[in-house]
T-cell receptor, first 111, second 118 residues
Framework: DTGVSQNPRHKITKRGQNVTFRCDPI?????LYWYRQTLGQGPEFLTY????????KSRLLSDRFSAERPKGSFSTLEIQRTEQGDSAMYLC?????????FGPGTRLTVL | AQKITQTQPGMFVQEKEAVTLDCTYD???????LFWYKQPSSGEMIFLIY??????QNATEGRYSLNFQKARKSANLVISASQLGDSAMYFC???????????????FGQGTILTVHP
């Protein structure tokens, strides 16, 4: 399978715990994006990487959120001290210049 | 101000009929891109079609076509010969920015739920 993959697909955690999600983009894509989608809404942009450089971060990305793409391949998104408001689907996308192809997402539930 | 507007929360269509999903956008950029994605109940965002602002022809991909009216700032998705499997949420999205300096982040609309009846 040569699509974007994300792990885990589902994560249930207790408030205050830290969680980390992984995204493996399509191998030849140097652009990688993270989005968050809450129920009934369209995805909202969180952050963007070009190769290993994080070039843009949304104001939605509070200081509890951190993302990395250490070798310009896979990326991780970590949320520290999770809050119930963090419950959402976290989507990763990769692409060449114009198109973006999304992974299946990680659904986070914070109890 | 909302940059992508999808005014139809839900649409119904009979199988084998065509359906148009509306999308209007707002931008002051000259170079931008418009996208449509399908999101079935499984949650994955499936890329359907892309239209660049400088493309002279309307984009088509199989049963999907994008009716691009630049002066009206609209980018409606037309699905021909609807199938039961087309039932899903559909999102319109826009990428702003100029050429190589654009980071390419997408701004999405609220979505339209399409239900195809047999």
């Amino acid at each position: 399978d040569t699509g974007v993959s994300q792990n885990p697909r589902h994560k249930i955690t207790k408030r205050g715990q830290n969680v980390t999600f992984r995204c493996d983009p399509i191998s030849e894509h140097n652009r990688l994006y993270w989005y968050r989608q809450t129920l009934g809404q369209g995805p909202e942009f969180l952050t963007y990487f070009q190769n290993e450089a994080q070039l843009e971060k949304s104001r939605l990305l509070s200081d509890r959120f951190s993302a990395e793409r250490p070798k310009g391949s896979f990326s991780t998104l970590e949320i520290q001290r999770t809050e119930q408001g963090d419950s959402a689907m976290y989507l990763c996308a990769s692409g060449p210049r114009n198109e973006q192809f999304f992974g299946p997402g990680t659904r986070l539930t914070v109890l | 101000a909302q940059k992508i507007t999808q005014t139809q929360p839900g649409m119904f269509v009979q199988e084998k009929e065509a359906v148009t999903l509306d999308c209007t956008y707002d931008t002051s950029d000259q170079s931008y891109g418009l996208f449509w994605y399908k999101q079935p109940s499984s949650g994955e965002m499936i890329f359907l079609i892309y239209q660049g602002s400088y493309d002279e022809q309307n984009a088509t991909e199989g049963r999907y076509s994008l009716n691009f009216q630049k002066a009206r700032k609209s980018a409606n998705l037309v699905i021909s010969a609807s199938q039961l499997g087309d039932s899903a949420m559909y999102f319109c999205a826009m990428r702003e920015g100029t050429g190589g300096t654009s980071y390419g982040k997408l701004t999405f609309g609220q979505g339209t739920i399409l239900t195809v009846h047999p």
